[in-house]
């Protein structure tokens, strides 16, 4: 009888750490440098969240304006299933947002080339529904040095060890659904 409850109490005990160990993750990832440096796409800098927040607005006429104001990461949430929301280094044109993802076939940019791009950005404060298209040839190198500036990175350089250069990595440029 003693040995019944100790091991329900000892469920229960399980049951709510991996509660709260889910919930934690819900409302803190994806995580982002404390030490303000650009994300690695390694480690936690690459972790998955959840919930995108920000107001829902309307499409400026001319993104490039928000680059100053929001020198920071945006956030990107696809839509479908799984609901995941991660951090993506972004610049601003007067037609739309340019981001990048390094070439190694990762998850999101699978499923923007699978599920047709649209998602929702988070551009500081404000959520914009969006469509991605992935960007090819001549074009797609001239979009990356735009990051790539924006970045303060030279083409040639890699993020991290081992990783690829800027030049060959994938391009999306997202614009607004209409």
Known sequence: MIK???????????????????LSWIFTAPYMSSQGRALSNQGFDRTPGVIIGG??????????????????????????????????????TPDGVISASRPDGGYWSQRLREGGG?????????????????????ERLAMMGKWAAKANMPLDQTLYQGGAPLHDWEVFFWTPRS
Do not use: Q
């Not at 928000?66 to 929301?85: A, C, H, I, R, Y």
């Open 118 to 138: 649209d998602g929702l950005l988070r551009i500081g404060d404000s959520t914009y529904e969006m469509n991605a298209t992935e960007i090819h040839g001549d």
């Open 55 to 92: 107001t829902l607005a309307p499409s400026p006429d001319d993104f490039s304006s928000l680059n100053e104001s929001v020198p920071g990461p945006m956030m990107m949430k696809l839509s479908g299933f799984p609901p995941f929301v991660t951090y993506l280094l972004w610049v601003g």
């Open 4 to 22: 019944m409850i100790k091991s329900k109490i000892a469920g229960i005990a399980v049951t709510l750490v991996v509660a709260v160990c889910i």
